[in-house]
Each structure stands twice: as C-alpha cells, then as structure tokens.
C-alpha cells in the first residue's frame, strides 16, 4: 500500500526550461508535504515544504504546488540548470493521526536529467 | 552550522553480528529519526527518537533498536544481521519535536556478507 507515489521514475529537461515533478497521494489525512533532493551515496537534502492549508509556497527557483481536492502535489523548478539533476523525492506527513507521528512517507523518487 | 552527522560511513559485517550505527544530530535538534533504504526501494521509517524516549517505529522487526543519549545523538542497533538488511541507513533530524522538516545525514552504508 504506497500511500505516496511518483509515477514518473525519470525526466529529462533542457537546461533553462521549467522541471515539474509530480507526486500523488492516497491519504486526505497528510497535514505537511515536503520534496528532497538527492545525489548518489549522499542523504537528502531538504528544498521545500508546504503545509495542508496553503496551496503553493515559493522559494527562488522552486514553487510547490499543492492540490488537495486532487491529492497531488507538483514541484516546479525554474530555471532548470545542469546542478539540478539528482533523484527527487516527495514526502508526506500525518501528525494529526495516531501513530503517526515523526514518520515521513516518502514516494519511490523521480529521476531529473536537465540537460546543457 | 555543523550538520547531521553519521559514522561509520561504510560497515561491513557478517550475517548473525550485530551493527551499530551512530549519528549526531544539528545543534538545539532534540529530535532523531532512522531511515532505510534498501536497494531499488524508496526511503522508509525505522524509528522516531525525541528528548531521549523512543516515540514512534516503523513495520521492522524488534531486532532492529536504539537509543538516545542526553546530548541528543542517537545510536541504531540492528542483531542477528540478515542478508536483506544491506542497506543505506540514513539519520535525520530536526527541532521542535519533528513539526518542522527533518535534515539528513550523509548515511551508513551497510553491507552484510
């Protein structure tokens, strides 16, 4: 039962075009979602997070999108540069449910290729 | 500011030992968390360490355990190592009792033979 998914295992863009990166989700009771970026043999790193009540936070070249009504998420990096390529997780979180707590339901990752 | 910290950085060890894991979260983050990652499988919940207390694990066996020093590092356990627990074991932390985003470690790569 994957709670959170990214249908998409790979993407490739040309460098200075827009990234968009999907998540799904299946549980309406997910409070906080963030996106991590990750590089080979090293832990994520964190980029951005939105809360259940907003629907889009911004940071630089990174905008997360996120609709609820749908359970899905987007990540939309603009513009696209060679540095980005690395593997793209979305994250999930429910603290509001019991037993849930400190846990990050993290999808299968999306791998970005921007291309010079 | 220093950040997650995690050592060894490679571990080998044989089927039926034991591992042990550290790592040293960012300063004033009373909050641990462990993660695995197995190849080819995405990112997964082992435990919730905050001030000390275990306060919440994922869908692993017992044999997999730790702890939380008063300074806030953590130490994960795993026993009677398996061939299937190889893997990335990455630490994370963060401040406030997890409310907020969790900054990881570089990771443990271990490999059982």
């Known amino acids: 039962d994957q709670q959170v998914k990214q249908n998409s295992p790979s993407l490739s863009v040309q460098e200075g075009r827009i990234s968009i990166l999907n998540c799904d989700y299946t549980n309406s009771m997910f409070d906080y979602f963030l996106w991590y970026k990750k590089y080979p043999a090293e832990g994520p790193t964190f980029l951005i997070s939105i809360s259940s009540i907003k629907d889009k936070n911004e940071d630089g070249r990174f905008t997360v999108f996120l609709n609820k009504s749908a359970k899905h998420l987007s990540l939309h990096i603009v513009p696209s540069q060679p540095g980005d390529s690395a593997v793209y997780f979305c994250a999930a979180s429910a603290w509001g449910i019991y037993n849930q707590g400190g846990k990050l339901i993290f999808g299968q990752g999306t791998e970005l290729s921007v291309k010079p | 500011e220093a950040g997650v910290t995690q050592s060894p950085t490679h571990l080998i060890k044989t089927r039926g030992q034991q591992a042990t894991l550290r790592c040293s979260p960012i300063s004033g983050h009373t909050s641990v968390y462990w993660y695995q990652q197995a190849l080819g499988l995405g990112l997964q919940f082992l435990l919730w360490y905050d001030e000390g207390e275990e306060r919440n694990r994922g869908n692993f066996p017992p044999r997999f355990s730790g702890r939380q020093f008063p300074n806030y590092s953590s130490e994960l356990n795993v026993n009677a190592l398996e061939l299937e627990d190889s893997a990335l074991y990455l630490c994370?932390?963060?401040?406030?009792?997890?409310?907020?985003?969790?900054?990881f470690g570089q990771g443990t790569r271990l490999t059982v033979v």
């Open positions: 994370a932390s963060s401040d406030e009792g997890g409310h907020t985003e969790a900054f």
